[in-house]
C-alpha cells in the first residue's frame, strides 16, 4: 500500500509540475516589459506628489506583495508598492475618544513640530491626532493631480479602495493593463504587543530566531485602512491606523530558510493562488493563502520537506490546513493569532468552500482539476 501511494504521490508530482509550467509560470520577457512600461510613469506620479505637498515629501517606495515576494502567477500584471514617511513622527493616541481601537488598529498622534502643517485639509484635528482617511484623500487627490498634470488620463485611472490608492495603467501602444496599488505607510518602530505571541511561539526551527530577531528589530508599518464591520462612529472610523507586516512577510518568504534552489515552498503557493482562479474558490484571498503558507513552513521546518519531489504532499497538506480553517470558520492571522482572516467570509460560504476544497483533495490522484 506504500508503495502504491508513493507511486501516486510521484505521478502527481509530475502532473504538477506541468501545471506550474503551462498554467502558472511568469514570462521573464513580459515581467521586463511590464517594469519598463509602468515604473518611470508611477516614479513621475510620485515625484509630482513629493514636489507639491511638502508633507509627503519624504516618501519612499517599498516593494511588497506578491510580485516582490517573487509569488505572483500568470502575468505580471499586479504590482503593490507601499509608500513610507520617512520624517513623520507620530505616537499612539491615549485613550479618551468613544471606543479604543480594534485589534490589529491604532490611532496616532503627529508631533507638535509639524502639527500645524498637518492639520491642513483636516488630516490632523485641533488635538494632533492623524486621520489615516483624510491623509489618504489628499494624496488621491495629488495623485489624480499628477495624471492630469501628465496628460495621462485616457491611460490611467485611479480608484481609492481598502488600504491603497490603486492606478489602471493602460499601455498606450499595446492595450495591455497594469494595476498598481499605492498604500501609503508610516514606520512603526516598535514591535507591536498585540503580535508579541508571534515573537515567542515555540518553533521547530523555521523561521530560526536569527530571522525572528531581526524581523522584530525591525518593527512594522500602519497603513491607511478602516475596520470593518464595527460599531464605531463615523466621526472617529477614519482615525485608526491597520498594522501591516508586509515587511516581514516578504522577509520570511524571501530568507526564510527554504531559498534553496530546489525548493517547492514558492511554486506550492503560485499553484494555490492559480487553483483559487481557475476553481473559482472565490472569497478566498490570495493574503489567506500567504497566511496558509507560512503555517505550512512552520510546521515543515526542515528544508528536505521542500525538495521538489515533496511537492505533491506539500500541496495536500496545503488543501487540507484550507479546509481545516474553512470549517472552523477561522484562519488564524500569522503574526495576531486572535485576528481571523475569515470574520466576514459568511457560514454558509465557508461549508461551500470547504466542501469544494475537499472534493478537490479527492480528485487530485484522478487528475480531474489539473489540464
Not at 497603513?223 to 464605531?232: A, D, R, S, Y
Request: proline fraction near 4%; charge should be positive.
Amino acid at each position: 500500500m506504500n508503495r502504491l501511494l508513493e507511486q501516486k504521490l510521484n505521478d502527481l508530482n509530475r502532473v504538477l509540475k506541468k501545471y506550474f509550467e503551462r498554467n502558472v509560470q511568469l514570462s521573464q520577457k513580459r515581467k521586463n516589459d511590464a517594469l519598463r512600461y509602468w515604473e518611470p510613469i508611477v516614479n513621475r506620479i510620485i515625484d509630482y506628489v513629493k514636489k507639491n505637498d511638502d508633507r509627503f515629501a519624504s516618501l519612499s517606495r517599498f516593494g511588497s506583495g506578491s510580485y516582490y515576494e517573487r509569488a505572483k502567477v500568470r502575468e505580471p500584471d499586479e504590482f503593490d508598492l507601499m509608500l513610507i514617511f520617512e520624517d513623520l513622527t507620530v505616537i499612539q493616541t491615549g485613550p479618551g475618544m468613544t471606543v479604543q481601537p480594534p485589534l490589529g488598529f491604532m490611532r496616532l498622534t503627529v508631533s507638535e513640530n509639524i502639527m500645524k502643517s498637518w492639520r491642513r485639509d483636516s488630516c490632523a484635528d485641533a488635538y494632533g491626532r492623524l486621520y489615516a482617511s483624510r491623509v489618504k484623500a489628499v494624496f488621491a487627490r495629488l495623485v489624480r493631480d499628477a495624471i492630469s498634470f501628465m496628460g495621462q488620463d485616457r491611460f490611467i485611472t485611479v480608484k481609492s479602495h481598502g488600504p491603497a490608492v490603486t492606478l489602471q495603467i493602460t499601455n498606450r501602444y499595446n492595450g495591455t493593463a497594469y494595476t498598481i496599488d499605492l498604500t501609503l505607510a508610516l514606520k512603526c518602530f516598535d514591535w507591536p504587543r498585540e503580535a508579541h505571541e508571534w515573537r515567542m511561539r515555540c518553533r521547530s526551527g523555521w523561521p530560526n530566531q536569527d530571522l525572528v530577531r531581526e524581523i522584530c528589530e525591525d518593527g512594522c508599518y500602519l497603513v491607511t485602512k478602516q475596520p470593518k464591520g464595527l460599531n464605531i462612529p463615523e466621526s472617529e472610523k477614519g482615525l485608526f491606523w491597520r498594522l501591516s507586516f508586509s515587511a516581514a512577510e516578504k522577509k520570511l518568504f524571501i530568507h526564510g530558510g527554504h531559498g534553496e534552489a530546489s525548493s517547492c515552498r514558492k511554486q506550492v503557493l503560485r499553484i494555490m493562488k492559480t487553483l483559487k482562479e481557475d476553481m473559482n474558490w472565490d472569497q478566498l484571498t490570495s493574503y489567506h493563502l500567504k497566511t496558509i503558507m507560512l503555517y505550512e513552513c512552520e510546521a515543515h521546518p526542515n528544508p528536505n520537506q521542500w525538495s521538489s519531489d515533496q511537492l505533491s504532499r506539500r500541496l495536500i497538506d496545503f488543501l487540507r490546513r484550507l479546509e481545516g480553517y474553512l470549517e472552523d470558520e477561522n484562519c488564524p492571522h500569522y503574526f495576531i493569532k486572535d485576528i481571523n482572516l475569515f470574520e466576514f467570509v459568511s457560514r454558509p460560504k465557508c461549508c461551500e468552500l470547504a466542501s469544494k476544497v475537499r472534493q478537490f483533495i479527492e480528485g487530485l490522484f484522478e487528475e480531474r482539476y489539473l489540464t
